[in-house]
């Protein structure tokens, strides 16, 4: 029983344009939820039970973090189930997951995204990178945004690139200069190895570029530019996001642009920003500097 209603939530979330990532996720909690539950039918939890739950995931090592990602999953589910005459109460509302630290989202400096953007090779594919690369710094885009990207995606007249976002939110960001120009030169090549009529960006085989190979190539791009961190794409968002914000200010225009729902979520850059003023406030001002 349990499992057939499983598999109607994810279909239901799937005919919501959620990305195959997401359903994973949803998949995987739900599994919790299961092996958690036993023989008790889901239906009948209470909230007691739910936050024993949680206590016992706590117990197993899972983080703050994680099992904040369970309880919004196993809420959602009980959601569905409510809607579906399936439930009568949703026992995950009003419980809240332990707090853990807040971690600040990992960016790299100016001259470091410099520096993992050189590119002075001939290879297709790594004039495709270049192009993914500045892309995804020039108008911050999720992995998932990028991969899904198609040849119509990108105005190049008005410098624009149209983005479908979590939730099937579509939105339109500014694509930088030098992007633009690392796009132009990737699509001068690009018949040479795409297979696929629609696809912006393709893997060797020539079909849609995977998650996966993204990661894996900027991983190599920024070991081959002596860059020691671990560098993922999700950074390179980051980092747009923190250097935008401390040259404008505009913490409204970095949200549009990023397509957070919330401005409470664009906010953590702001503690990013301080940081780097602090520094240079440290830095250069007399009264700060340690005698």
Known sequence: MAATAFADFLDHLRARSYSARTIE????DLRHLAELAGTTALPRLAPHDIRRY???LHGRGYAAGSLARILSG??????????????????CTGIRPPKGPKRLPHT????????LLENDSSDPLAIQDHAMFELIYSSGLRLAELVGLDLTSVDRQSGEVRVLGKGSKERIVPVGAK???ALADWLAIRAQVARDDHALFVGA????ISPRVVQARLKVQAINQGISQNVHPHALRHSFASHVLQSSGDLRAVQEMLGHASLSTTQIY????????AKVYDQ?????KKK
């Open 270 to 277: 702001t503690h990013l920003d301080f940081q780097h003023l």
């Open 284 to 288: 250069t001002h007399p009264r700060a």
């Open 54 to 56: 949680l206590a016992v």
């Open 25 to 28: 996720a949803y998949g995987e």
């Open 205 to 208: 085989r020539g079909a849609r």
């Open 179 to 181: 992007a633009l120009a």
């Open 74 to 91: 196993w809420r959602a589910y009980y959601r569905y189930l409510a809607r579906q005459g399936q439930a009568e109460a949703n026992p």
């Open 108 to 115: 790299l400096s100016p001259d470091e995204m410099a520096q």
